[in-house]
């Protein structure tokens, strides 16, 4: 017998392996529509994109549009359009690189830094409201598992 959705969410075990990563993948779809419903608290002049811009920038630190466009997994010229949108609302500074006068340096502004802290703040009120009857301990243990599945996408820097 094949565990349903709703016998997981009860924490029924589910044993063939086949049906693990089957409804695993199922679930990483449900969460793509979680990301979906934070991405609608963004302001109508702040784009998803724009957002990943200035995260990856405030995690990471300055750097040049060839390095921001391997930490989003996107193509250049996708970054360089997101890259030109948070520029020209003053959210980061393209500046010329020191070290090679044809590259950038992308660097995020005071604007910036306000712009995350506010969408910090958002995506915070929502996920304590939704989560509002979760323990502690399921919290807790959510997020290592979810840091634990990032980290086997990682691929080594080479």
């Not at 002049?45 to 921001?68: N, Y």
């Not at 890259?83 to 393209?94: L, S």
């Not at 005071?110 to 506010?118: F, H, K, N, Y």
């Not at 304590?128 to 919290?139: F, M, R, T, Y």
């Amino acid at each position: 017998m094949v565990a349903r959705s709703n016998d997981i969410r009860r924490g029924a075990p589910v044993t063939a392996p086949a049906t693990r990563y089957a409804e695993l993948a199922r679930q990483l779809t449900g969460i793509g529509a979680v990301k979906r419903d934070l991405a609608r608290l963004l302001p109508a002049d702040c784009p998803p994109g724009s957002a990943a811009v200035l995260t990856v920038l405030d995690r990471h630190g300055e750097m040049r549009l060839g390095r921001l466009s391997e930490f989003l997994a996107v193509d250049i010229s996708v970054t360089s359009r997101h890259v030109a949108h948070t520029a020209d609302r003053g959210w980061i500074t393209r500046d010329t690189d020191p070290g090679d006068a044809r590259c950038r340096i992308l660097r995020l502004t005071p604007a910036g830094r306000t712009l995350l802290t506010e969408l910090g703040t958002r995506h915070t009120t929502v996920l304590e409201k939704a989560l509002a009857d979760w323990s502690d301990a399921d919290l807790d243990h959510l997020n290592i598992l979810l840091a634990r599945l990032r980290s086997s996408f990682t691929l080594p820097d080479s």
